[in-house]
């Protein structure tokens, strides 16, 4: 019963990856689903995020109003982490619930936790791999300018508010380089799902992928 965590920065291809593994069968859990999951109205998170960040983030029909969110504790540390001290175990309960509900389906199976904030988050819970999508951020940069229409400023605040690449290189088992092409990216996901019992093996023993 293999539960993996997959990781990488902004505009990486970590969904792409995701979308691919869940074609080969793993069940993915996504993290972002869940934020949202857990702060549907009349949630207490919900609750909670009105009373300390204030009743103008929310949204007339009583839904979270994430841009205004969003612009209060962007680029502020101090609001960002009293705002994940409301969601970060909410979302952590709530992944624990359906990673036990995917093994008590199906006990052989491969779930994928899909999870921007491995390394500010998640990094010491017991991943039997890790895998990291990675392309150079100058790479990323481009890609959220042309594909998602952000500035070039506004690419660069989300790439700099994120940890380092080396930070989520360095807890790597796997690395899937995603700065080529997606049928690049695709075969390394091909290849990783066939030799998959290789790399939990490795991991299992202390050994990891060469770089």
């Known amino acids: 019963m293999p539960l993996v965590a997959l990781t990488g920065g902004i505009a990486s291809g970590k969904s792409t ?13 996504d993290a972002d689903r ?4 857990v702060q549907q109205p009349r ?17 007339s029909d009583g839904s979270l109003d994430r841009a205004a ?13 009293r705002l994940n001290a409301i969601v970060h175990p909410a979302v952590r309960a709530e992944s624990a619930r359906r990673f036990a509900a995917a093994f008590a389906e199906d006990p052989e199976a ?20 890790v895998m990291v999508a990675h392309a150079p951020a100058e790479i990323r940069a481009r890609r959220l300018v042309q594909l998602r229409g952000l500035s070039d400023a ?3 605040a989300r ?19 995603t700065a080529g092409t997606l049928e690049h990216t695709l075969r390394q996901v091909d290849e990783l799902w066939q030799r998959m019992p290789e790399h939990l093996e490795r991991r299992a023993t202390g050994g990891r992928e060469p770089r």
């Open 154 to 156: 506004e690419a660069a």
């Open 34 to 37: 869940l934020v949202r999951d």
């Open 110 to 129: 491969v779930v994928v936790y899909d999870v921007p904030l491995l390394v500010e988050a998640r990094v010491d819970d017991p991943w039997e791999l």
């Open 69 to 81: 969110l969003a612009s209060r504790v962007f680029g502020d540390p101090a609001a960002i982490t």
């Open 159 to 177: 790439i700099g508010s994120q940890v380092p690449d080396d930070a989520r290189l360095a807890i790597a088992d796997v690395v899937i380089d």
């Open 43 to 59: 949630s207490p998170v919900l609750a909670a995020i009105a009373d300390e960040f204030g009743a103008d983030v929310m949204r």
């Open 17 to 29: 990856i995701a979308r691919r593994l869940a074609e080969h069968g793993a069940v993915v859990v």
